[in-house]
């Protein structure tokens, strides 16, 4: 069984800041794992996505994640946190096949000016 | 990039009425589906897999007669709520693997938010 868990459905930061948004993982065989963000009544969009290559990935937007075994982690981050990127983020994860995608709860950004 | 289109994007109904919510993959071909239901500040929790030609595999607490999937076609799926209650107002969005992403990515149409009167 696979699982996800977000920490935190809640972060601020303020414009130029860090972004840091955590997600660990709970896999029984070696996950794919993605990072989604949805704006108000959208759908998601792909940011970045980890299969098995590097294990730290750049994604679209400016943000990147590290995926580390050790510590079944795949937190997203981003050097300077801009107004356009409040919204709501979310971790999944599914099985090598790629079939079913488990998502984490959703980790809500405010960016503040 | 590979493109899901889904339809309407806003519907709102009678309670007892039934609502049909089509998605389709405009410039690949998709073999398989997902439908997802997302409340408000929740996350997406599947509901089904929609396999064309052949029937949809539900979650488990998903009623089947309840919800209507159709994948007839490689580019169209359709999700139909059937007698639809308040309890069914929610934000339903479908997803499509990307070939394009060598099967590792699925790629989401923007949702549909369903409101029942």
Known sequence: AQSVTQLGSHVSVSEGALVLLRCNYSSSVPPYLFWYV??????LQLLLKYTSAATLVKGI????????????????????????????????????????????????????? | GAVVSQHPSRVICKSGTSVKIECRSLDFQA??????????????????????????????????????????????????????????????????RDPGQGGHGYTFGSGTRLTVV
């Open chain 1, 38 to 43: 949805q704006y108000p009544n959208q759908g």
């Open chain 2, 31 to 96: 073999t398989t589906m997902f439908w997802y239901r997302q409340f408000p500040k929740q996350s997406l929790m599947l509901m089904a897999t929609s396999n064309e030609g052949s029937k949809a595999t539900y979650e488990q607490g998903v009623e089947k007669d309840k919800f209507l999937i159709n994948h007839a076609s490689l580019t169209l799926s359709t999700l139909t709520v059937t007698s639809a209650h308040p309890e069914d107002s929610s934000f339903y969005i479908c997803s499509a």
């Open chain 1, 61 to 113: 937007n400016g943000f990147e994640a590290e995926f580390k075994k050790s510590e079944t982690s795949f937190h997203l981050t981003k050097p300077s946190a801009h107004m356009s990127d409040a919204a709501e983020y979310f971790c999944a994860v599914s099985d090598n096949g790629g079939f079913k995608t488990i998502f984490g709860a959703g980790t809500r950004l405010f960016v503040k000016a």
